[in-house]
């Protein structure tokens, strides 16, 4: 298969497969984590609604502890990534929360590194890193991330610092110094908002906090930016890539259905943008289906669809193949 795809919005931990999960649970004697997390039949995973995604989130990671396990992790994804046609991929990690739960980055990052190098040489797929922080968490945590992050560095694959969690309950604005920081070193930086337009105005401030006080180069979901006609022409005149995640947001009920996704409402206004899975195995998604699914129910074009994939190769915050 060919693998052209690139996709900027995907995270490590939300892409444990069941198998690996199973294993992980077992090797720490927490098989009822595996069980809690999974349908009966062990193949999927299951949850509800966005707050119940966040629990899963939780529950799958407290038996995510070692670098060999992460590297495992990253092996699985690239072996995922490449039968999905990516070529490419940056990848969330969560400093944040390794942080809160007494892990440190570093080694976790050294083994991210090796496994990126060895998913390179055997599916010819090239990850880079982005670890994040946790919103909702107190800014200390933040700092501490990005100190590891920045400290890890390009010479260990990471290109950008991010922000994800619960929007609600941590805008994008406690983190402004920080994201200046993150800027004057020289990194990407891609933040989550927007993701769930059912906070209303707040949804739309979010993204707007992310861009005007936080730097942001590229927006994760900015789904309710769909519904602001003015933000999207703010997006748009200023080149910042948006990450949809439709499928995405189908599952944590940011959008009824894949068919009611606000798609044209982006593309029309010009705003670069491009499909990812946020969580590949967490919520069953890849882009086959996802591009699939928006030729079908969306009438994206053939030539939209490679715009998109122009617009993400262009919005990487590394180069998208060695030696280009
Ligand atoms: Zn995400």
């Known amino acids: 298969m060919n693998r052209d795809r690139v996709e900027l919005h995907t995270h490590l931990e939300g892409s ?3 198998g690996r999960l199973i294993l992980l649970a077992e090797k720490y004697g927490q ?3 595996a069980r809690a997390c999974l349908t009966p039949d062990g193949g999927h995973f299951a949850f509800t609604g966005f707050h119940g995604f966040l629990d899963l989130y939780k529950a799958a990671t407290s038996v995510m502890r070692e670098p060999s396990d992460f590297h495992a992790m990253a092996v699985d994804l690239g072996g995922q990534l490449a039968a999905d046609g990516v070529g490419y991929a940056e990848v969330a ?5 390794l942080l809160v739960r007494g892990i440190d980055p570093l080694p976790v990052q050294r083994a991210l590194h090796e496994a990126a190098a060895e998913v390179a040489e055997t599916q010819g797929v090239r990850l ?14 933040a700092w501490r991330a990005w100190e590891k992050a920045a400290t890890a560095g390009r010479e260990l694959g990471v290109v950008g610092f991010g922000l994800g969690g619960d929007e609600a309950a941590g805008p994008a604005r406690r ?5 200046a920081e993150v800027k004057g070193e020289g990194f990407g930086i891609s933040i989550h908002a927007g993701e769930l337009p059912g906070l209303g105005a707040g949804a739309v401030a979010s ?10 180069d590229r927006i994760g979901h900015g789904l309710a930016a769909a519904g602001d006609p003015l933000l999207l022409a703010t997006l748009a005149a200023r080149g910042i890539f948006v990450e949809l995640c439709p499928g995405s947001n189908v599952l944590t009920g940011g959008v009824a259905s894949f068919a009611e996704f606000p798609f044209a409402a982006f593309l029309e206004a010009g705003v670069p943008c491009a499909l990812n899975t946020d969580d590949r195995t967490m919520f069953d998604l890849n882009l086959e289906q996802a591009y699939k699914q928006a030729t079908e129910l969306l009438q994206l074009t053939d030539d939209a669809a490679a715009a998109m994939q122009t617009a993400a190769a262009a919005a ?3 180069k998208v193949r060695e030696g280009s």
């Open 31 to 33: 098989p009822g984590v």
């Open 16 to 18: 444990v497969t069941p």
């Open 93 to 97: 990690v969560s400093y944040g929360v």
């Open 128 to 141: 880079r890193w982005l670890p994040d922080a946790v919103r909702q968490l107190d800014e200390k945590w």
């Open 207 to 216: 993204v707007r906090e992310a861009i005007e006080e936080c730097g942001a």
């Open 316 to 318: 990487a915050f590394d």
């Open 175 to 179: 983190f402004a110094r920080l994201f």
